[in-house]
T-cell receptor, first 110, second 112 residues
């Protein structure tokens, strides 16, 4: 759900449009990245992951892009649906633990 | 449904008290991770167990402790609770030799 204390950025998109959610990571040595979706009252749900030896990976309606030069990760959602409304987190692997970004709220307008 | 289960779903208690949160990993997963999600700190890693042994430690307070049992379920113990401990507590699990962590539904702890 929303995290008012962190003042999460919000992306509002029209149903059917494509969404792009961006994330900057901090550790240039990180070699594994994950995107999670969190709906209100639920735990983070795995969406897609990518290793640092790749710059693009596609799933069903989702694509993750990795730019190691500028330490940037993005999640593209094609044909966004109302059920995609949630908070989206990127995470980077630091040793054994995941370090999460603050999250982005995605609102889908019907 | 990730296959990770957590109980209880909600917990309301008073300052100074002690609580235990329980997590059962996905079948076959040996690693369990605990995370805290609060409004001001976001999702923070607390601790990891692998096959009963502590593997990694994050920003876990000394008042908090965890363990993983022979059946691989894990418990997170929170003691001398403070108002600021109110948060969502998640556990996640992974298979051996994989990095993808699958999260449970969480326990919402409210300290009054």
């Amino acid at each position: 759900g929303e995290s008012v204390g962190l003042h999460l950025p919000t992306l509002s998109v029209q149903e059917g449009d494509n969404s792009i959610i961006n994330c900057a990571y901090s550790n240039s040595a990180s070699d594994y990245f994950i995107w999670y979706k969190q709906e209100s009252g639920k735990g983070p749900q795995f969406i897609i992951d990518i290793r640092s030896n790749m710059d693009k990976r596609q799933g069903q309606r989702v694509t993750v892009l990795l730019n190691k030069t500028v330490k940037h990760l993005s999640l593209q959602i094609a044909a966004t649906q109302p059920g995609d409304s949630a908070v989206y987190f990127c995470a980077e692997m630091d040793g054994n633990k995941l370090v999460f970004g603050a999250g982005t709220i995605l609102r889908v307008k019907s | 449904d990730s296959g990770v289960t957590q109980t209880p779903k909600h917990l309301i208690t008073a300052t100074g008290q002690r609580v235990t949160l329980r997590c059962s990993p996905r079948s076959g997963d040996l690693s369990v991770y605990w995370y805290q999600q609060s409004l001001d700190q976001g999702l923070q890693f607390l601790i990891q167990y692998y096959n009963g042994e502590e593997r990694a430690k994050g920003n876990i307070l000394e008042r908090f402790s965890a363990q993983q049992f022979p059946d691989l379920h894990s418990e997170l113990n929170l003691s001398s609770l403070e108002l600021g401990d109110s948060a969502l507590y998640f556990c996640a699990s992974t298979m051996e030799n994989t990095d993808t962590q699958y999260f449970g539904p969480g326990t919402r702890l409210t300290v009054l």
